[in-house]
C-alpha cells in the first residue's frame, strides 16, 4: 500500500466514524412515541390523504382499518412501519423531524447544534492528518 492511499484510508475511517458521533441518533424515546396519535383508519381520513396515500416506509397504498401513526410534523404511516424505525432511529423517515430521546448526551448535542446553526464550525480544523 503506498503512502496516498493509506492516508486516504485514515481519513475515511475518520469520516465515517465522525459520522456516527454526528449523525448516529439514538431511537425516539418510549414516552415520545407513546405520546404519537394512532388510530385506525377510516374512509373519511383516507380521502383527506388525497395523493399522499402512500406509506413512505413499506411504499405500500394505506388501507381502510390500517393502524396508523402520526409524528407531530404531520407525516403519516402504518404504526407497524413506523415503530421498528422509531426504534432505531429519533427522527421522521420523511422529513427528519426529530423526537426527543432519552439520551442526555444527545438531547444537549442536539441544543447546541441548533445553538450553533449558521456559524461555522471550527471543529473541522482539529484534525490531525
Ligand atoms: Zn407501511
Ligand atoms: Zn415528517
Redesign the pocket.
Known amino acids: 500500500m503506498n503512502y496516498e492511499e493509506e492516508e486516504i484510508e485514515t481519513l475515511l475511517n475518520y469520516i465515517m466514524n465522525n459520522d456516527t458521533n454526528r449523525y448516529g441518533s439514538p431511537p425516539a424515546s418510549k414516552k415520545e412515541i407513546e405520546k404519537l396519535n394512532k388510530y385506525i383508519l377510516t374512509k373519511e381520513k383516507l380521502d383527506n390523504f388525497g395523493i399522499e396515500n402512500i406509506?413512505s416506509?413499506?411504499k405500500?397504498e394505506f388501507q381502510i382499518g390500517n393502524e396508523m401513526l402520526d409524528l407531530p410534523c404531520k407525516h403519516y404511516?402504518?404504526k407497524?412501519?413506523l415503530m421498528p424505525w422509531l426504534n432505531q432511529h429519533d427522527s421522521c423517515p420523511i422529513c427528519r423531524f426529530e423526537l426527543k430521546t432519552e439520551d442526555e448526551d444527545y438531547e444537549k448535542m442536539k441544543i447546541e447544534r441548533n445553538r450553533n446553526n449558521g456559524s461555522s464550525n471550527n471543529s473541522e480544523q482539529n484534525i490531525r492528518v
Open positions: 406509506c416506509v413499506c405500500e404511516f402504518h407497524d412501519c
